[in-house]
């Protein structure tokens, strides 16, 4: 187990020796100027730091270690800094205090005091560590797969939940790249049938030829090359769910064919002549507007209500306010780490390109756009042409004032956590406000950080 890290900036050296015994179970860092306590604060971040107020060039005076103070409060405001003070007059222990210190101990040092100082100071940080580690987790919707912060999408997820436990047949509407495939699996798997099969076929990148069989199978000797009986996709479905994904794409005669299957739940294989009984759930999914096909004779009416027991519209990612932001912090800590390239964070105009960015191909484009993002970048900031974005100054009406304020306010959060790379504290600071203040935003608007975000495994992928 590592040491705790303990800075001292001391310029006196018998008492950095003193330190360094007194605190044998820890690694003592020792900065004996304000410039030098700056590089190790930066460079090792300790939780806890001993601080002379006297410092060279004024070891007589407090106005070096004030100034340090002050400065490391508002860099790090995690830190626990302990003052350490030769000067007999408290006033200034207690300015600080009122500054930012957590406590105060005066010269000359009783060790055994101090280190219970100490010890408080290591147990108030690991438990506001703790604290912030709890507050930050995401907020996920019922289906664990799906990290979003929207309201509508968590609607949504919330009507998948109710419609899991309901054996109607399922049409989900939505763009490609939205979602579509991983709420059927949701609706499989928080339902009854989550221990039979869940089956998937795209119905549009299946040749017209070929489709029929995979759907109903075929026996042997059913035409050439049908060596051996296959079963169809429905029939290995039973007790489970069968997903059509793209069911606008589905050709006219097998439309009829299924439509006979639907009605019925019985199954004929190419070259059968026995009818068999089949139990499944149909879930389908399409990006196309069946109203429009069904007008230009495109889609079968009937089959459009019998798949549509229950439709839901899955929201575009540019309509989803702030989690295009939000998934973007997902995928570049992904990728930062897959590729190496850990502590590379988004800048500020990068973030803001995302937010405005209209994300035709949803979910699957950002996630690209991400990845090339951490490749390209040369440094530790990811910039919008290392994405190959630019910020624009679109924007969708909105007429009520509480509305579009709202917006403005989530949207800027997400920049300020994401241009922070999570940090509470950051990005408090450059929003101007506290941390219980941002905590609080956090809450109210369901937004997520990325500091506990759900393994790749469990992320939303359409």
Not at 24 to 43: F, G, I, K, W, Y
Not at 227 to 234: A, D, L, N, R
């Amino acid at each position: 187990m590592s040491k705790l890290k303990l800075l001292v900036v001391e310029d006196d050296e018998g008492l950095c020796r003193q330190y360094r015994w007194a605190f044998p179970e820890h690694d003592v860092l020792l900065a004996r100027t304000a410039q030098a306590a700056r590089s190790v604060m930066s460079r090792e971040r300790p939780p806890v730091m001993l601080l002379d107020l006297g410092l060279p060039p004024d070891p007589d005076g407090v106005s070096e270690g004030m100034g340090l103070l002050r400065e490391l409060v508002g860099v790090t405001p995690d830190a626990k800094i302990i003052v350490v003070t030769g000067n007999d007059d408290i006033n200034h222990a207690l300015e600080a205090v009122a500054a930012g210190a957590f406590d105060f101990h005066q010269k000359p040092v009783n060790l055994d005091v101090l280190q219970i100082v100490v010890g408080r100071a290591y147990a108030l940080h690991h438990l506001e560590q703790e604290n912030r580690r709890l507050q930050s987790r995401p907020t996920l919707s019922p289906i664990a797969r799906i990290i979003t912060g929207d309201e509508d999408m968590l609607r949504l997820c919330k009507n998948i939940e109710k419609l899991a436990m309901a054996d109607v047949p399922v049409l989900i509407l939505g763009e490609s790249g939205t979602g579509k495939e991983l709420l059927a699996h949701a609706l499989h798997e928080l339902g009854p049938r989550a221990d039979k099969p869940f089956v998937a076929i795209n119905c549009a990148a299946i040749p017209e030829t070929l489709l029929e069989s995979e759907l109903f199978g075929y026996e042997r000797g059913a035409f050439t090359g049908a060596v051996q009986q296959s079963i169809g996709k429905i029939e290995t479905a039973h007790k489970g769910t069968l997903f059509l994904d793209e069911i606008g794409d589905l050709p006219a005669l097998l439309q009829v064919k299924l439509l006979r299957f639907l009605q019925d739940q019985v199954v004929e294989r190419i070259g059968g002549r026995r009818p068999i009984q089949v139990d499944v759930r149909i879930v389908c999914a399409t990006h196309q507007d069946l109203a429009s096909k069904m007008q230009q004779g495109e889609f079968r009416e009937d089959l459009f209500y019998r798949v549509n027991g229950v439709a839901v519209q899955v929201p575009p990612l540019r309509d989803r306010i702030g989690d295009a932001v939000l998934l973007a912090g997902y995928f570049q800590t992904k990728f930062s780490g897959e590729l190496g390239k850990r502590g590379s964070r988004f800048s500020a105009a990068a973030v803001r390109a995302i937010a405005e960015y209209r994300w035709p191909g949803n979910i699957r484009e950002l996630e690209n756009k991400i990845k090339r993002g951490v490749i390209m970048s040369s440094e530790r900031l990811i910039e919008p042409a290392d994405l190959e974005l630019a910020p624009t100054n679109e924007r969708l009406a909105d007429l009520d004032i509480r509305t579009a304020r709202a917006r403005a306010e989530r949207e800027v959060i997400q920049m300020a956590l994401a241009q922070s790379n999570g940090s509470i504290a950051a990005a408090a600071k450059l929003l101007g406000v506290s941390r219980p203040t941002l905590y609080s935003l956090l809450d109210a608007h369901h937004i997520a950080t990325t500091s506990e975000l759900p393994s790749e495994d469990n992320f939303i992928q359409a």
